[in-house]
């Protein structure tokens, strides 16, 4: 499995855009990047996934360099209700790896300042 | 509506007792999981299951035990083995196969220890 670095906190004020670096170097050809966000005492809830350039709905964006080797979610004008951990996740969703792809580290925990 | 209930919300354990944390989806997804997660941590996997009657354990699986009679129930046994049981625990669901496989989590279950 590929491992990931992340930041392990980030702060940040209302209406400012947050980008958040994830670094995966063993990125293997079939995997996926997958963002979840978690609020204190509550599950993860995905957010955005990719594979490779970019990725956007109505929440984020997810930019993808030609290496694969990093990835950027990016939160445009975060609000006091951004405030939560984000886990960066890189797996095959392949059956063969099924269920050995979701390893949560420890995330990045954003505080959004008033 | 469509999710994953876990109950009950909060569990107390007496020192040797076993208790059960219920899990329950109407997803209609194959794959379920259990996470455990300790204050200020990622999720660590217990045990998940892709089918019916099958289960693989995860990372840190002594002390606990699962059953998947159901397609939609995913119980899990703390057992008086696990001599820390202390945390939230998370139960999660997903489709099998599926190209980009992302996982849904329940409300979670917070155990604690008298």
């Known amino acids: 499995l590929a491992k990931t670095t992340q930041p392990i906190s980030m702060d940040s004020y209302e209406g400012q855009e947050v980008n958040i670096t994830c670094s995966h170097n063993n990125i293997a050809t079939n995997d996926y990047i997958t963002w979840y966000q978690q609020f204190p005492s509550q599950g993860p809830r995905f957010i955005i996934q990719?594979?490779?350039t970019k990725v956007t709905n109505e929440v984020a964006s997810l930019f993808i360099p030609a290496d694969r080797k990093s990835s950027t979610l990016s939160l445009p004008r975060v609000s006091l209700s951004d405030t939560a951990v984000y886990y960066c996740l890189v797996g095959d969703p392949g059956p063969d790896n099924y269920g050995q792809n979701f390893v949560f580290g420890p995330g990045t925990r954003l505080s959004v300042l008033p | 509506d469509g999710g994953i209930t876990q109950s009950p919300k909060y569990l107390f354990r007496k020192e040797g007792q076993n208790v059960t944390l219920s899990c329950e989806q109407n997803?209609?997804?194959?794959?379920m999981y259990w996470y455990r997660q300790d204050p200020g941590q990622g999720l660590r996997l217990i045990y998940y299951?892709?089918?019916?009657?099958?289960?693989q354990k995860g990372d840190i699986a002594e002390g606990y035990s699962v059953s998947r009679e159901k397609k939609e129930s995913f119980p899990l046994t703390v057992t008086s083995a696990q001599k820390n049981p202390t945390a939230f625990y998370l139960c999660?669901?997903?489709?099998?196969?599926?190209?980009?496989?992302?996982?849904?989590f329940g409300p979670g279950t917070r155990l604690l220890v008298l």
């Open positions: 990719g594979y490779k």
């Open positions: 299951s892709q089918i019916v009657n099958d289960f």
């Open positions: 997803l209609n997804h194959d794959a």
């Open positions: 999660a669901s997903s489709m099998w196969g599926a190209k980009k496989e992302t996982q849904y």
